[in-house]
């Protein structure tokens, strides 16, 4: 019982983490989109309105001046970090479950290990008690009975029949009373 609580508790922690976890990684998405957005306009402005200076690298002219090759490489950009938030969610997910099953099952094993070592020393309490207990019961029986004959001794060759156990206890009897 204690077990299933457990479980269920954890599952609710890390579910929680877990929306938490995705709403951060959302606002990052949407920060990496601002940014993304942001790169863009600063680059045209710097192309429309830098071409002019000529203190500009030739290469970068280059860059500036070829806007599909830029918008190429500013989108491979963006992918590439979104790849990465993609990427980090999923490992940081997979690990977490991951845990939560190793813990889990590690937990359901000690509580597993535990019950049988309970139930052994139960079981062995009880049989030692109950041996207790019969001999007990014997002892009891053989003082309350003490003409008690064995159906069968070692001398003997035939088990006594009921008569002859009477005259036995009979003969016993007359042979404590003082004549």
């Given at each position: 019982m204690l077990t299933v609580w457990l479980n269920r508790s954890v599952r609710e922690l890390t579910t929680g983490w877990l929306e938490q976890l995705r709403g951060h990684l959302a606002a990052l998405r949407d920060?990496?989109?601002?940014?993304?957005?942001?790169?863009?306009?600063?680059?045209?402005?710097?192309?429309?309105?830098?071409?002019?200076?000529?203190?500009?690298?030739?290469?970068?002219?280059?860059?500036?001046?070829d806007k599909e090759a830029l918008a190429m490489v500013i989108q491979a950009s963006h992918e590439t970090h979104c790849a990465v938030i993609d990427f980090?969610?999923?490992?940081?997910?997979?690990?977490?479950?991951?845990w939560l099953e190793s813990?889990?099952?590690?937990?359901?094993?000690?509580?597993l290990r535990r019950s049988r070592s309970r139930i052994s020393?139960?079981?062995?309490?009880?049989?030692?008690?109950?041996?207790?207990?019969q001999d007990m019961r014997v002892l009891t029986r053989l003082?309350?009975?003490?003409?008690?004959?064995?159906?069968?001794?070692?001398?003997?060759?035939?088990?006594?029949?009921?008569?002859e156990l009477k005259q036995i206890k009979k003969a016993r009897k007359w042979s404590s009373q003082p004549h």
């Open positions: 920060i990496q989109l601002q940014y993304h957005e942001q790169l863009i306009e600063v680059l045209i402005t710097f192309g429309e309105f830098r071409m002019s200076d000529t203190n500009i690298p030739e290469q970068l002219k280059l860059l500036v001046t980090r969610e999923e490992n940081m997910v997979s690990r977490l479950k991951g813990a889990m099952n590690g937990i359901r094993t000690n509580e020393e139960i079981s062995h309490f009880t049989d030692t008690h109950i041996g207790y207990l003082e309350m009975n003490k003409y008690y004959v064995p159906e069968v001794r070692a001398d003997q060759d035939h088990v006594p029949t009921k008569d």
